[in-house]
């Protein structure tokens, strides 16, 4: 039994019986949505592998058909179009390292071609400096006639000019560690899921490669890091609580949506 076999089933099915999709979402509780995407083969609207067996065994059933021959197409076809999914996410971020690795090239030679600029006015400034070193010399030898009371005065400001000095490095290190900690919490991306009631189908990527794909049960709690974006895959929104980056975005979506989000680094 083909994939093309196993819609014609299910929406012949339903059209020799003359019931209508809207009669059908009323008799199963199973959103028509669901049901288009069951009879057309369009499984990345469907909410997770585990709720979309659950609607088909009960529309199978519905129809007066045998679900298990469908179910076992239907975990055929699921696992091709996943790992397709995968292998495309895959795809561009390897795009991304090659731009990424080609920018640093590119920044590379920049910098070169700035220490030869820099290494050549060099050559030309320090011989200019080293003529001026001799007047500057003379000038200093003019300037050590002072007094006994002029030279008390210039260290009595000096001491205070260093006590000054060393108030600002003491300040400017006391707000260091705060700056340091602003950067790190914005480094990379960080996503909480929390479940608020129910269950929820959960599907996580982080940065192109799959971390995670289960149902999470209320008052569960997962966290998943990314250096560049999370892709999160849900099959009831209003259950899911998401937290980005130490900031509660609140709920995902409505009550047993499926949703789909990607979460960059900003």
């Not at 065994?57 to 996943?82: A, C, M, T, W």
């Amino acid at each position: 039994m083909n994939a093309k076999r196993t819609i014609s089933i299910l929406q012949e099915a339903r059209e020799r019986k003359g019931i209508s999709l809207e009669q059908a979402e009323s008799d199963t509780n199973i959103r028509k949505q669901y049901l288009i995407a069951l009879e057309e083969g369009n499984y990345d609207q469907l909410p997770g592998r585990v709720y979309s067996i659950g609607f088909l065994r009960s529309y199978g059933k519905y129809l007066g058909l045998d679900p298990e021959p469908l179910i076992q197409e239907f975990k055929h076809n699921y696992q091709d179009e996943v790992a397709e999914i995968i292998e495309v996410e895959s795809n561009k971020e390897t795009e991304r390292t090659v731009m990424a690795v080609k920018r640093g090239q590119s920044m590379i030679r920049m910098t070169g071609y700035g220490l030869a600029i820099v290494t050549l006015a060099g050559l030309f400034y320090i011989p200019s400096l080293l003529s001026d070193d001799g007047a500057n010399n003379q000038v200093s030898e003019n300037r050590i006639t002072t007094t006994k009371q002029d030279r008390e005065a210039n260290q009595e400001e000096a001491l205070n000019g260093n006590s000054t000095i060393g108030e600002a490095i003491e300040k400017e290190n006391s707000v260091q560690p705060e700056a340091q900690q602003i950067v790190t919490q914005e480094d990379g991306v960080n996503i909480t899921i929390r479940i608020r009631e129910d269950r929820s189908w959960i599907a996580v990527t982080e940065d192109g490669v799959p971390r995670y794909q289960g149902i999470m049960h209320a008052g569960e709690t997962m966290t998943f890091n990314g250096k560049e974006k999370v892709f999160l895959h849900v099959g009831n929104a209003g259950a899911v609580e998401i937290i980005y980056n130490g900031e509660n975005l609140g709920l995902m979506g409505r009550w047993k949506d499926v949703e789909k989000k990607e979460f960059v680094r900003s």
